[in-house]
């Protein structure tokens, strides 16, 4: 079964270093999302591609956050610096060109803390 | 605005039947789904309805919608330990790709 690859599974880091995150979306899903789980809570949306292009980036903390997806395919999410309150799971989506009937399939997260 | 609530926390008997609520605020909603969340895992599927169907059945999972208070529930028969998890209620409006989640329902088996 296809699945979303993420990778680090877990990243410990010190607050104000540069951490960045990798997703690699099913073969051939257009859409890709990055959202951010705190702890107790449910998935908030950071950001969404569509192939190469940024479609919803209003909820990404942009002085400190950025998102690319080259080619389209595979996408990294980058924090610099990070603070103490980034400390979440961060969860990468994908979905075909229009989500509705399929949902999105998440990746497993990569668990981040800001010591 | 979109917004999606459900209770925190649910504790059933193993053999029981479970049944996880859910409110919803956006009467444009087309799709509304359930995920599950293991712990240190990341979402998985486990069913969806579509906003013009009033209840869904799947194996032990029956979804059930009524669009006019914008309530849907999930009801899994015969809880089994492997239940265990955070049930996470999602919606999708028309108008976005967008889907937005609840903070989840904490499912606890008891013995």
């Known amino acids: 079964e296809a699945e979303v690859a993420q990778s680090p599974r877990y990243k410990i880091t010190e607050k104000s270093q540069a951490v960045a995150f990798w997703c690699d979306p099913i073969s051939g899903h257009a859409t890709l999302y990055w959202y951010r789980q705190i702890l107790g809570q449910g998935p908030e949306l950071l950001v969404q591609f569509q192939d190469e292009s940024v479609v919803d980036d209003s909820q990404l903390p942009k002085d400190r956050f950025s998102a690319e997806r080259l080619k389209g395919v595979d996408s990294t999410l980058k924090i610099q610096p990070a603070e103490l309150g980034d400390s979440a799971m961060y969860l990468c989506a994908s979905s075909p060109r229009l989500a509705g009937l399929y949902g999105y399939t998440f990746g497993s997260g990569t668990r981040l803390t800001v010591v | 605005g979109e917004d999606v609530e459900q209770s925190l926390f649910l504790s059933v008997r193993e053999g029981d039947s479970s049944v996880i609520n859910c409110t919803y605020t956006d009467s444009s909603s087309t799709y509304l789904y359930w995920y599950k969340q293991e712990p240190g895992a990341g979402l998985q599927l486990l069913t969806y309805?579509?906003?013009?169907?009033d209840m869904k059945q799947d194996q032990r999972l029956t979804v059930l919608l009524n669009k006019k208070d914008k309530h849907l529930s999930l009801r899994i028969a015969d809880t089994q330990t492997g239940d265990s998890a955070i049930y996470f209620c999602a919606e999708k409006a028309n108008r976005d790709d967008k889907i937005i989640f609840g903070k989840g329902t904490r499912l606890h088996i008891l013995p």
């Open positions: 309805i579509f906003s013009n169907m």
